[in-house]
């Protein structure tokens, strides 16, 4: 494969950032592969007559490219500036990305400030490493009051206050951080006045409110609305003196400066429309950014594909590494496609998201009468030798505990250094966290996806000498539609989508599994009582349907399926009862084996299928049975060059123990942000009282993100995968939440009017014209209620079909049929029902349409569905006109309210959909008007209706009359904001304070 940019130094110039490949210490500058990113975020290769020009001052050398971030009109370079070898695999370093930056690309200006902020906290960070300590525990953000633990008696002269700001992400890194209340309040409040009129005074606390959640405050939020095009404002630069402290005469921290990160402290780009509700949210979809990245979540190789198993790589050196790396497993190819469709392939270094760690340990043989004794590597996973293992003394096995362990045991007579190499890769479909996806979607992609490969080799990778073994596993959520409310400690599971629709995305989901792996055997470890039991039920009950239906691929391939209820059998904390698990899978392991590579380098056996492990989250009881499952495999692989190990019981062994303790924190760390619970079983195979109380801390912190942090890490997930526009940062705003948008909703609602139209529409002769779905309110005759829902509206030649819709089974759940002759008027224009945020008051997003009709004693029954599960049994009920027992002649007028949903619902057009881009809310509202309004005119045209209409209290018939649709504000913003409650946006305010 052509060879990658492995290092390369980025600096400004007047036109956009030069990425140039850095030389070997001592050769010029690559400038013939040098590159340049404008500062529109245009890619391409630097002009020849500009690669003399010499390096800017301010550079910064960088790793590798992830990719170009663009928030609203602005553009960000994301370059690796941290990372660390984590592993190797056949000699190739593997790498986990520990720092990024950011750099803007808007004006050399704003570029020079974040690569001299981004080489001072790298720099800052080796320091602290030198020194022994934690850099992450010193550099406090510029939000937080000093601790009162702090050293009181400390010298203030031994102190250094100077900070970097970055001024992209807006935080702050300490040099050296050591205050004290009493010292800073006492000694120092002059310094902290700004402090002191940011928490003490009321506008203080409007706008430091603002600032925490990242959003404008209210004069900034004025100054946007008043101009749709906001201004970039470009710090100005000035020289700082260099002293002692600050040799390079480096900025530093002016505490006279502004502190919060306004949306005119983010650099833009020139030209283009701008939404202020994602300008106002920059700092903070920035520093989300930037923190995800750093994580220690991401992995990547120069030269090894992390994306395949060692079995399946197939390394071609005519082709790039991003075009050889799966794309379920390519977490950046999004953002780095500016540089893929420049061409710039060089530049393109593809990462995953998982985890990567690596073991080295020794067997030795005493003689050929006694067991294989382990020698229990010191070292981590962090700094592993390549070619060399540190010597170590030999761990003794439980049988000779007898033997006095200050005699050295005999000197081995033979034996092998091997490395045990784990990888997890986490898919790129339904990704997210926890409570926001769950399930499965409609293109049978499974939350939580997670493919994890065991490798067992020599120390030297050397296949000449002995086999490769490779043995991988898979876990990933329950593959049906449900979800869980992440507002409970023990939610219950709420399914939804009838059992065609679950029956069809779970088919979907194994044929794709059995093509990729070979035979599937599940093992869900959900509980068969309580809240868990009803989709543990389902799953089984789908399974065993798939399998008499034909199996996966209609010829009888079988899905095989183990229910083991973990919690019940484990209970008492005896967990080593997952051996009964283990002799139960035992048969499909041995079957399915794993995949070898031959003392020839070849491929001479390759695993057969994959065992797929579920429970709820698939994270912390998962974690327990694959740790054992590849146990089992590791045993007998050894076994099979004839070395015995017991990775149970003997503590030689920990080593093991750890490494899957480790990936199992980190994948429940990027599902449910923090450590999997368990982990004490997991690490020692011992189950403690301790480890139960760190689980219960671990569970509260679990729920603490569920409901504040997730939903906006959530919606910068997605839109970094490129599964949402930028305006699912205004949707969050609105509502303080994050929709699905794995899921097609256009899918979702084409089906629903589908269904609607075969249920509701009797009569053979009358056709569907049109059919849409729209936000209307939860009680009839109403323009504003507390809720509101999705209806569906179907329109035909004769009539309106109004439907209310159970989107749990998928079934209608009331219809009101509205036949053309009474519909007396259609009005369209400005639909505000909530003044909270900013969305909520845009005229041109809240639109929606009146439709005005009257009814007659027969025809103003609705039909409501008596049975939840199908639409067999109609009820005919009145809506209520009656007075002293009779009905009048002549009915009141009535109405129905339609509000336009997002037409584009955040997903981007031929991605999940065949359907072109929709319109804007106003053009969808004025379409659907001007059908009605055309058919209804058609109709009476054609002589087809008759039409009473009363005017002056006399009825006259007239055939022919056109409806017209009129434009009159339905809910203007001025009557919205009557209509709110103080309560109402207080609730709001407190919510966007704690969830922002």
Wanted: hydrophobic share 35%.
């Amino acid at each position: 494969m052509p060879p990658l940019v492995r290092k390369l130094l980025v600096f400004a110039a007047v036109d956009g950032l030069v990425l140039q490949p850095a030389p070997p210490r001592n050769h010029p500058p690559a400038t013939q592969q040098a590159i340049k990113v404008d500062y529109k975020g245009n890619v391409g290769p630097l002009l020849k007559a500009r690669r003399d020009e010499d390096t800017a001052p301010a550079s910064l050398e960088s790793h590798g490219i992830v990719g170009l971030l663009k928030v609203a009109t602005s553009y960000f370079l994301i370059s690796i500036c941290g990372r660390e070898q984590v592993a190797q695999i056949r000699g190739k370093p593997i790498y986990k990305i520990t720092d990024v930056a950011l750099i803007p690309l808007s004006s050399q200006s704003d570029a020079d400030q974040a690569i001299v902020a981004a080489k001072e906290h790298i720099r800052r960070h080796n320091q602290a490493e030198a020194a022994g300590t934690d850099d992450e525990s010193e550099a406090d953000s510029e939000d937080e009051a000093p601790s009162v633990s702090d050293s009181l008696d400390e010298e203030p002269s031994s102190r250094v206050l100077q900070e970097i700001k970055d001024p992209v992400t807006g935080q702050l890194g300490p040099v050296q951080r050591r205050t004290s209340v009493a010292e800073d309040v006492m000694q120092k409040r002059g310094m902290y006045g700004r402090f002191a009129d940011k928490w003490f005074s009321k506008k203080g606390w409007s706008t430091e409110s603002r600032r925490v959640q990242g959003l404008s405050s209210e004069d900034e939020l004025a100054r946007i609305n008043a101009t749709k095009n906001v201004e970039s404002i470009v710090p100005k630069e000035e020289e700082t003196p260099k002293s002692p402290s600050n040799p390079d005469g480096l900025p530093v921290k002016d505490t006279d400066a502004k502190e919060p990160v306004s949306p005119e402290d983010i650099p833009k780009a020139l030209g283009g429309q701008k939404d202020s509700t994602t300008i106002s949210l920059s700092p903070k979809i920035l520093r989300t950014t930037k923190m995800y990245f750093s994580s220690g979540s991401f992995f990547f190789s120069y030269d090894y594909d992390l994306s395949h198993g060692i079995a399946q790589q197939e390394p071609n050196l005519s082709i790039p590494l991003y075009k050889q790396f799966d794309p379920l497993y390519f977490w950046n190819h999004h953002i780095i496609a500016p540089f893929i469709n420049a061409g710039q392939h060089s530049f393109v270094l593809p990462v995953i998201q998982g985890f990567v760690g690596q073991r080295a340990f020794s067997i030795k043989l005493a003689d050929s009468q006694t067991n294989s004794l382990v020698i229990d590597p010191e070292f981590g996973s962090q700094d592993i030798p390549l070619h060399k293992l540190p010597q170590n003394k030999p761990v003794e096995s439980e049988s000779s505990s007898d033997t006095n362990t200050d005699t050295p045991p005999p000197e081995p007579s033979n034996g092998k250094d091997f490395l045990l190499t784990l990888v997890s890769r986490r898919s790129v479909k339904r990704a997210g966290l926890r409570y926001l996806r769950r399930g499965i979607d409609d293109e049978g992609a499974a939350a939580n996806s997670v493919e994890s490969e065991q490798i067992l080799s020599l120390s030297t990778w050397d296949s000449t000498s002995d086999k490769i073994f490779s043995f991988t596993q898979y876990r990933a959520s329950i593959p049906l539609f449900f979800s869980q409310s992440p507002y409970s400690l023990k939610p219950q599971v709420n399914m939804w989508g009838s059992a065609e629709t679950n029956a069809k995305a779970f088919k979907k989901h194994f044929s794709e599994l059995t093509a990729r792996y070979g035979s599937v055997y599940c093992a869900s470890l959900v509980d068969k009582h309580g809240t868990e039991s009803k989709i543990g039920e389902a799953y089984e009950n789908q399974a065993n349907a798939l399998n008499s239906a034909g199996g996966i691929d209609g010829q009888g391939k079988q899905i095989g399926f183990e229910w083991f209820d973990f919690h019940s059998v484990c209970r008492g904390m005896r967990f080593e009862n997952v051996s009964r698990l283990m002799d139960s899978l035992a048969p499909f392991l041995t079957s399915t084996a794993w995949s070898e590579i031959s003392k020839d380098g070849a491929v001479s056996r390759q695993q057969s299928g994959v065992l797929r492990t579920n429970c709820m989250d698939c994270l912390d009881r998962t974690n327990v049975v694959q740790s054992a499952c590849a146990r089992t495999a590791l045993e007998a692989q050894l076994s099979a060059g004839s070395f015995s190990i017991d990775l149970q019981h003997d503590p030689s062994t920990s080593w093991f123990n750890t490494l899957w303790a480790d990936n199992g924190d980190a994948i429940s760390r990027q599902y449910a942000g923090t450590a999997a619970l368990k982990g004490d079983y997991t690490r020692t195979r011992k189950r403690q009282i301790t480890g139960a109380l760190t689980d219960f801390g671990l569970t509260m912190s679990r729920y603490y993100n569920n409901i504040v942090n997730d939903f906006f890490t959530q919606a910068v997930i997605d839109y970094l995968l490129g599964r949402a526009t930028d305006s699912i940062f205004a949707e969050f705003e609105a509502d303080m939440k994050s929709s699905d948008y794995f899921i097609d909703l256009r899918k979702v609602r084409q089906a629903a009017i589908e269904r609607s139209a075969g249920i509701v529409i009797e009569d053979k002769d009358e056709d569907l014209l049109h059919g849409w779905t729209l936000s209307v309110p939860s009680a009839a005759n109403a323009l504003k209620t507390a809720t509101f829902e999705e209806a569906v509206l179907l329109l035909t030649e004769r009539a309106l079909y109004f439907c209310r819709l159970d989107w749990g089974t998928e079934k209608v759940r009331e219809f009101e049929r509205i036949a053309l002759d009474h519909v007396e008027g259609v009005v369209k224009g400005v639909y505000i029902t909530s003044t909270l945020a900013m969305r909520h008051m845009d005229s041109e997003r809240n639109v929606g349409f009146v439709v005005r009709y009257r009814t007659s004693v027969g025809n103003q029954l609705v039909r409501r569905n008596t049975r939840s599960l199908d639409s067999g049994t109609w009820d005919m009920q009145d809506d209520g006109n009656k007075k002293g027992g009779e009905k009048k002649a002549d009915e009141v007028g009535k109405f129905l309210a339609f509000k336009a949903l997002p037409p584009h619902t955040t997903v981007r057009a031929g991605e999940g959909s065949d359907s072109e881009e929709p319109g804007s809310e106003g053009e969808v509202v004025s379409g659907i008007c001007e059908e009605i309004a055309r058919v209804v005119n058609r109709a009476r045209k054609a002589g087809a209706v008759k039409w009473n209409v009363e005017v002056e209290g006399e009825a006259k018939g007239e055939e022919g009359r056109e409806l017209v649709v009129e434009e009159k504000d339905i809910i203007s913003l001025a009557d919205a904001k009557k209509s709110t409650g103080y309560l109402e946006q207080l609730g709001y305010s407190l919510k966007k304070l704690v969830w922002a």
